[in-house]
C-alpha cells in the first residue's frame, strides 16, 4: 500500500517568514494530493491540493509543488502569520483511499 | 451551512458497552469515509462506502462495523469499546465524476471517551 513520509515533524517560524513542508510518497499511481490544515479539536480543512497531471499551484500565500519523478510534494507558505499555526497534514490518494502523513505543527511566532 | 453532520459530537461510553456513531450528507455525494485519528496522529481510514459498495481496510479491527441505508447516511458501529479506541472519529464525502470530484469533505467528527 502507500506510505506518505512528511517532513519535518515541527516548524517554528518568526512572523512573516516562510515555512516549507514536504511529503514523499511511495506508489507511483496515487494522483491526488491534497493539503490539510488541523487546528486543536477540529476537522482537517483542505488548503490546497494538486493533481497529478500539474506540476504547481498557488493559491495567495500558499502553493504546492509536485515532483512525480522523484515522487515528492512540498506545501510552501509566504508571510507566515500567527493564525497559521496549526497541524498541517499531507496525503496521497489513489483509488479513491487517502494515506496522510504523520503532520507537522507549525508555530509561527509573532 | 452544515454538509457534512456528525452527531453526537462528543460520546462517552463504557468498556465494552456497543455504541453507535452517526454521519449524515447534504451533498449527495456517493462516498463516504470513516477516519479514526488518535490524539497527535494522523487520521487513519477505517473503511468506506463508494455507493453502496463497503470497501473494509485490512487492518481495520472486526470490532468496527459501518452500515450506509442510504446516500446521506452512514454508522460506525464500536461492538465492544476498548480504551484504546478512544479517538476522535471523522466523517468524510467526496463526489465521483467530473471536474469537482476530488475534494474530501470532513464532519466535525465525534470525540469518543471509554471510561
Known amino acids: 500500500g502507500e506510505n506518505v513520509e512528511q517532513h519535518p515533524s515541527t516548524l517554528s517560524v518568526q512572523e512573516g517568514d516562510s515555512a516549507v513542508i514536504k511529503c514523499t510518497y511511495s506508489d507511483s499511481a496515487s494522483n491526488y494530493f491534497p493539503w490539510y490544515k488541523q487546528e486543536l479539536g477540529k476537522r482537517p480543512q483542505l488548503i490546497i491540493d494538486i493533481r497529478s497531471n500539474v506540476g504547481e499551484k498557488k493559491d495567495q500565500r500558499i502553493a504546492v509543488t509536485l515532483n512525480k519523478t522523484a515522487k515528492h510534494f512540498s506545501l510552501h507558505i509566504t508571510e507566515t502569520q500567527p493564525e497559521d499555526s496549526a497541524v498541517y497534514f499531507c496525503?496521497?490518494?489513489?483509488?479513491?483511499?487517502?494515506?496522510f502523513g504523520d503532520g507537522t505543527t507549525l508555530t509561527v511566532k509573532p | 451551512d452544515a454538509m457534512v453532520i456528525q452527531n453526537p459530537r462528543y460520546q462517552v461510553t463504557q468498556f465494552g458497552k456497543p455504541v453507535t456513531l452517526s454521519c449524515s450528507q447534504t451533498l449527495n455525494h456517493n462516498v463516504m469515509y470513516w477516519y479514526q485519528q488518535k490524539s497527535s496522529q494522523a487520521p487513519k481510514l477505517l473503511f468506506h462506502?463508494?455507493?453502496?459498495?463497503?470497501?473494509n481496510e485490512a487492518d481495520t479491527p472486526d470490532n468496527f462495523q459501518s452500515r450506509r441505508p442510504n446516500t446521506s447516511f452512514c454508522f460506525l458501529d464500536i461492538r465492544s469499546p476498548g480504551l484504546g479506541d478512544a479517538a476522535m472519529y471523522l466523517c468524510a464525502t467526496r463526489r465521483t465524476g467530473g471536474m469537482s470530484d476530488y475534494e474530501q469533505y470532513f464532519g466535525p467528527g465525534t470525540r469518543l471517551t471509554v471510561t
Open positions: 462506502y463508494y455507493d453502496k459498495d463497503f470497501n
Open positions: 496525503a496521497a490518494r489513489n483509488a479513491g483511499k487517502s494515506t
